[in-house]
T-cell receptor
Framework: KQEVTQIPAALSVPEGENLVLNCSFTDSAIYNLQWFRQDPGKGLTSLLLIQSSQREQTSGRLNASLDKSSGRSTLYIAASQPGDSATYLC??????????FGTGTSLTVIP | DTAVSQTPKYLVTQMGNDKSIKCEQN?????MYWYKQDSKKFLKIMFSYNNKELIINETVPNRFSPKSPDKAHLNLHINSLELGDSAVYFC???????????????FGNGTRLTVT
């Protein structure tokens, strides 16, 4: 069974810093990996989806990478802003029929 | 607006009651899901339907019964509610069948269920 771990559980950075969130998964046979953002009291918003054949995806200040062989993905956020404060979750989609979610990293960007 | 919408947003009820949560998506997606998010923010899948057919049924008490009248709707009915059912329930949808899946999951805003 797939297990997804996110480190750190919480992160606080000053505005303008670049930061990296980590996601590791135990089963490397995945179709894709997805990063989400969750704001308090809200649902999840998809940020980036990396297909198993891809190494990275970029959207604006966000860059996600995928290394299937090592079971790792990272989400890089450049020039962080207070509006980036949220919980970030990764989800791995293995050879099965469902996404396995990590426990999330709670990010606070201090103005 | 194109979205996944679920109602109600909040649901407070007493133990033993029966309640339903409704979900609708107008994205034209084929697959819909119910997820449960516990107090530690961990998301776990409960059910998945593809074109009105059940394809995922995790270890969920049979007090929980999903109903999909058409591929745009997936409702969740819960019988004999228990304290441990208190959580946030999220509906989601995706394009295509699960095994050929390569498009993002789209989530509703959640239903916070509190059982007293």
């Amino acid at each position: 069974k797939q297990e997804v771990t996110q480190i750190p559980a919480a992160l606080s950075v000053p505005e303008g810093e670049n930061l990296v969130l980590n996601c590791s998964f135990t089963d490397s046979a995945i179709y894709n990996l997805q990063w989400f953002r969750q704001d308090p009291g809200k649902g999840l918003t998809s940020l980036l989806l990396i297909q198993s054949s891809q190494r990275e995806q970029t959207s604006g200040r966000l860059n996600a990478s995928l290394d299937k062989s090592s079971g790792r993905s990272t989400l890089y956020i450049a020039a962080s802003q207070p509006g980036d404060s949220a919980t970030y979750l990764c989800a791995a989609f293995p050879t099965g029929n469902q996404f396995y979610f990590g426990t999330g990293t709670s990010l606070t960007v201090i103005p | 607006d194109t979205a996944v919408s679920q109602t109600p947003k909040y649901l407070v009820t007493q133990m033993g009651n029966d309640k339903s949560i409704k979900c609708e998506q107008n994205l034209g997606h084929d697959t819909m899901y119910w997820y449960k998010q516990d107090s530690k923010k961990f998301l776990k899948i409960m059910f998945s339907y593809n074109n009105k057919e059940l394809i995922i049924n995790e270890t969920v008490p049979n007090r929980f019964s999903p109903k999909s009248p058409d591929k745009a709707h997936l409702n969740l009915h819960i019988n004999s509610l228990e304290l441990g059912d208190s959580a946030v329930y999220f509906c989601a949808s995706s394009l295509g069948t699960v095994s050929s899946y390569n498009s993002p999951l789209h989530f509703g805003n959640g239903t916070r269920l509190t059982v007293t």
